[in-house]
T-cell receptor
Framework: NAGVTQTPKFQVLKTGQSMTLQCAQD?????MSWYRQDPGMGLRLIHY???????DQGEVPNGYNVSRSTTEDFPLRLLSAAPSQTSVYFC????????????FGQGTRLTVV | AQTVTQSQPEMSVQEAETVTLSCTYD???????LFWYKQPPSRQMILVIR??????QNATENRFSVNFQKAAKSFSLKISDSQLGDAAMYFC??????????????FGKGTKLTVNP
């Protein structure tokens, strides 16, 4: 039972570097999303997707890009990392109808120095 | 836009006792879901309990129960017979039921629960 697989678990970047956080789910969920978690801020939505080929911005999208070429995968790209992007990132997926809760990956702790 | 407020940044409870975590939310919708997620030090987000707004009966999962007051827009979590393993961050979350919002969760800022032996 893989569920939502998120890689890597930890990453250190230098300011200005780029990287992609990977997220894959094997539950055929229509919805996928990325959140960032900062101390005292809860989880805030970065980008989300309601299906392959469809993405939209969440609450804090600046500095991040996403694409959804398949139902299973939803990578998050940092084009030019900044110290303000130091955070814990979560990918989540859910069904459009039926089972209501979101399933989360294990999170990525990203540090930008 | 919907908002979720958790007014208690930190709470503590003695092992075997009961604790209640507060959550209020703001919405103009009548049909939605509410959730409590637990995040232990492992960082994994674990669903504790869910409530469907159209159901008047409060949800219960073993030692976890909610007090859902729709008119007051309140959704508190009660943990009975607290155990050391209950120590974690707890997040309250809202999800719309209809289209145009159901694809995302709105989270509160969390309550850190400490369980004292």
């Amino acid at each position: 039972n893989a569920g939502v697989t998120q890689t890597p678990k930890f990453q250190v970047l230098k300011t200005g570097q780029s990287m992609t956080l990977q997220c894959a789910q094997d539950m055929n969920h229509e919805y996928m999303s990325w959140y960032r978690q900062d101390p005292g801020m809860g989880l805030r939505l970065i980008h989300y997707s309601v299906g392959a080929g469809i993405t939209d911005q969440g609450e804090v999208p600046n500095g991040y890009n996403v694409s959804r070429s398949t139902t299973e995968d939803f990578p998050l790209r940092l084009l030019s990392a900044a110290p303000s992007q130091t955070s814990v990132y979560f990918c989540a997926s859910s069904k459009r109808q039926g089972v209501t809760e979101a399933f989360f990956g294990q999170g990525t702790r990203l540090t930008v120095v | 836009a919907q908002t979720v407020t958790q007014s208690q940044p930190e709470m503590s409870v003695q092992e075997a006792e009961t604790v209640t975590l507060s959550c209020t939310y703001d919405t103009s919708e009548s049909d939605y879901y509410l959730f409590w997620y637990k995040q232990p030090p492992s960082r994994q987000m674990i669903l504790v309990i869910r409530q469907e707004a159209y159901k008047q009966q409060n949800a219960t999962e073993n030692r976890f129960s909610v007090n859902f007051q729709k008119a007051a827009k309140s959704f508190s979590l009660k943990i009975s017979d607290s155990q050391l393993g209950d120590a974690a961050m707890y997040f309250c979350a809202y999800r719309s039921r209809g289209q145009g919002g159901s694809e995302k969760l709105v989270f509160g800022k969390g309550t850190k629960l400490t369980v004292n032996p």
